[in-house]
């Protein structure tokens, strides 16, 4: 870095060595949220002992809560910061380098480098890159290997903008079947990144209410995701049955087995998140125009579906050793429940 750029890099890493609270739907009970600086919060209850996790900032917020029971044993959690060996907030004064690790020899594997530039206010921030580097615009693939993402205030616009044009179709087969339906507001998360596909989920508000009847009905949410591995869900859209191939008009539905977390970290490296799910990959898959659709899992209670995940990203479709990823939906709990504001019903699963 050069000697006007002030760069701090403490992390904080939360260790759960006891966390015993009483398990409830979307932690309604008793809980502990965990905000971070950008207002992101996560909420904990039920047995979490054991559990690790590197917050991106310095600064989180810790609040417990508790209803009239308040029965269970509690939690001690060891808090400390980290040294994270790259990235951080950098103060910039006049200019500066950022460089990434080892620069100029290899940047090493598994990395993840959050760098947050802070100008002196009233300056602007201009970025210039030495010697070559591909810059791909936002209607290039997604990069999934080793990249760089810049991001800035006000980058959702475009997508907003795109938002006025949205209608649904409900229990038709056919794309060609029944009328569209207006989209009153599309709710995404505040805090999606387009580039790498993080918080890749939305809530739509439609304009008039949906009858339910043999072909369209609600689906549950899941209050985990956890012992998935091992088992089939199930994936239904009308996208394309291979990469580069034709639109679909009619539906089609396949088995995916779920993936291990790690398994999948292995093959994608540092994109893959808390927040997502993985599942097939080497057969069956889902592909271009998918994306959207539900990841869904049979729950022992008779006439029940859950929605396990969101189709998200992956690459290709079908190919071998590269899973389907896809949208965890119970770590989107607290973002559904504060656009909905509807009152909750639970299905237990059988064990």
């Known amino acids: 870095m050069g000697n006007e750029v002030l760069q701090e890099m403490a992390r904080i890493q939360v260790t759960f060595e006891v966390f015993l609270m009483e398990r409830s739907a979307f ?6 949220d965990i905000v971070d600086r950008t207002g992101e919060v996560r909420a904990y209850c039920g047995p979490q002992s054991g559990r690790n996790f590197l917050m991106g900032d310095s600064v989180i917020l810790m609040r417990m ?5 308040g029965r269970d044993r509690g939690f001690r959690i060891r808090v400390r910061l980290y040294q994270s060996p790259c990235g951080g907030l950098l103060r910039v004064f006049r200019s500066g380098y950022i460089t990434s690790p080892d620069f ?3 940047y090493g594997a598994h990395r993840l ?18 010697g070559y580097f591909d810059i791909r615009s936002d209607d290039h693939d997604t990069c999934f290997m080793d990249y760089l993402e810049i991001s800035r205030s006000g980058n959702f616009q475009k997508d907003s903008q795109r938002q006025k044009s949205l209608s649904v179709k409900t229990g038709v087969h056919r794309l060609t079947d029944g009328p569209h339906q207006a989209v009153h507001r599309c709710h995404m998360h505040p805090h999606y990144r ?3 596909l993080v918080n890749d989920i939305a809530l739509l508000e439609l304009t008039v209410s949906v009858n339910y ?3 369209q009905r609600p689906i549950c949410l899941p209050l985990d995701a ?4 091992g088992k089939d869900g199930v994936i239904a859209g009308w996208g394309r049955e291979s990469y580069g191939g034709r639109d679909r008009q009619t ?10 977390q790690s398994e999948c970290t292995t093959k994608y490296g540092a994109i893959i998140l808390e927040s997502n799910i993985c599942a097939g990959g080497d057969v069956e898959d889902a592909c271009q125009g998918d994306s959207g659709g539900p990841l869904m899992s049979p729950v022992h209670v008779p006439n029940r579906v859950v929605q396990m995940g969101i189709v998200s990203t992956g690459i290709g479709c079908g190919r071998k050793g590269h899973p389907g990823i896809y949208t965890r939906v119970t770590s989107y709990h607290d973002f559904v429940y504060n656009l909905t504001r509807q009152q909750w019903c639970t299905v237990q699963t059988r064990r």
């Open 194 to 196: 387009k580039r790498n």
């Open 226 to 229: 956890k012992d998935m591995v």
């Open 113 to 130: 480098c959050v760098w947050r530039i802070q100008a002196m206010y009233g300056m602007r921030i201009k970025l210039s890159f030495d």
């Open 213 to 215: 009847n043999e072909f």
């Open 251 to 260: 539906p089609k539905e396949a088995n995916v087995p779920f993936v291990a």
């Open 27 to 32: 932690c309604h009970k008793d809980g502990l």
């Open 65 to 69: 809560y508790t209803d009239a029971d």
């Open 104 to 106: 100029p020899y290899s």
